[in-house]
């Protein structure tokens, strides 16, 4: 059963313009969301994480969203810029332990088109 | 270079043979973290060391799989008798210490192919 969802497994987008990127989960324990960029033939690089005591947090062109009571966030990238293309995993961590092992959604693969 | 390394960065074996994968975390790090990724999945977690133990070996899909950590750094994972589902990217991590709120680094995989 899969824990972290990412529905859309593809997403195009025109540069300049503003790429949202949703993750859901089902585990209520998950209290530590991360976002993560994958280009090809690299491993993932960490971009932006939010705990479940804030709702939004925000670097640079990079903002993640947090609504627990829907078990949902999103990645929204403005501007989108071509480099910006690349799969883009949402994970989930569970409170109560210090392991830290990420639960993973299987990815968007999002298209930056100049 | 400053990053986790992995070690092949491809392989490609036959059903039934032994294969081990390396990985060479940041120096420092004391946390390390096994995982795979299967064609069309995303991450699954495998087997994580704190310095040398492993406290939690269940993510290991079957007792062929076994992972080692020596002096706190580098890690193999072995796979015996390999099976075609074993085929996936391999990713290695690494993060300063346990903990959900440390930053995994990840190296770039390597790509192991059963035939």
């Known amino acids: 059963d899969q824990q972290v969802k990412q529905n859309s497994p593809s997403l195009s987008v025109q540069e300049g313009r503003i790429s949202i990127l949703n993750c859901d989960y089902t585990?209520?324990?998950?209290?530590?969301f991360l976002w993560y960029k994958k280009y090809p033939a690299e491993g993932p690089t960490f971009l932006i994480s939010?705990?479940?005591?804030?709702d939004k947090n925000e670097d640079g062109r990079f903002t993640v969203f947090l609504n627990k009571s829907a078990k949902h966030l999103s990645l929204h990238i403005v501007p989108s810029q071509p480099g910006d293309s690349a799969v883009y995993f949402c994970a989930a961590s569970r409170g109560g332990g210090s392991q830290g092992n990420l639960i993973f959604g299987k990815g968007t693969k999002l298209s930056v088109k100049p | 270079g400053a990053g986790v390394s992995q070690s092949p960065s491809n392989k490609v074996t036959e059903k039934g043979k032994d294969v081990e994968l390396r990985c060479d975390p940041i120096s420092g790090h004391t946390a390390l973290y096994w995982y795979r990724q299967s064609l069309g999945q995303g991450l699954e977690f495998l087997i994580y060391f704190q310095g040398n133990s492993a406290p939690d070996k269940s993510g290991l899909p079957s007792d062929r799989f076994s992972a080692e950590r020596t002096g706190g750094s580098v890690s193999t994972l072995t796979i015996q008798r390999t099976q075609q589902e074993d085929s996936a990217v391999y990713l290695c991590?690494?993060?300063?210490?346990?903990?959900?709120?440390?930053?995994?680094?990840f190296g770039p995989g390597t790509r192991l192919l059963v035939l």
């Open positions: 939010i705990s479940s005591i804030k």
């Open positions: 585990n209520s324990m998950f209290d530590y």
């Open positions: 991590a690494s993060s300063l210490r346990t903990g959900r709120q440390e930053t995994q680094y």
